[in-house]
């Protein structure tokens, strides 16, 4: 499948936040996102896998596809969760439950709501491009967490080939200024925060993205994305 680059963002630092779309237009767009969280090497190591297969397969279902292989570039060459600012970009999303709380510092949410240019550039992506599917990599402990009321079956599907539990965040714990809480309040948008398991003695990128990648192949070939209702 065919991609073009779209207009970069600038991080804190002034690097380029890259940005590509398939060359395919339409009114609802699925979203593939990593690195939003700059140490979660694991969640943007599968997208890279996954983009790479894409531009290679001709099998992928046809549609409005955007990639963004690593919102938080600053930090993901630090090594660090939050932004050069020391902002988490997943607490500064200017969702209604927004709050400049934080339980630890590394959820530093910012003084104001989406006071950093890495969100700034997301949110102008999703008024010019609106999301009805984000699926974000993050890593942590495996899981598929689903926002949105259309989500679920994404997140069950994935289920199915890799046993991670699927969690539904509407019971859970609120995370004020997150994708999750921001995406479906702002643009009616499903959020599956996709959670890789963390890199372990017995367990490297390569088995990580071995574990998922033919789940998310069979997602990305499916008909339910195809039809994204
Ligand atoms: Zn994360």
Redesign the pocket.
Known sequence: MNFFELKTGLSVEGSEIKAYKLDLKGPKHLYLMAG??GD?VEGVYILKELFSWLRQTDEAAQVPLIIIPILNIDGYRAGSRTNSHGIDL?RNLPSLNWTSEAREKKYNPGVTPLSEPENQYLVKMFDKYPPHLVISF?S?IPMLNWNGKNCQKYADYLARYNNYPVIADIDGHPTPGSLGEFGPQKYNTSVLTFEAPVISDTKGLKEIWDENQTGLKALLCSKLIQSMD
């Open positions: 939003v969280h979660e997943n993050h942590w």
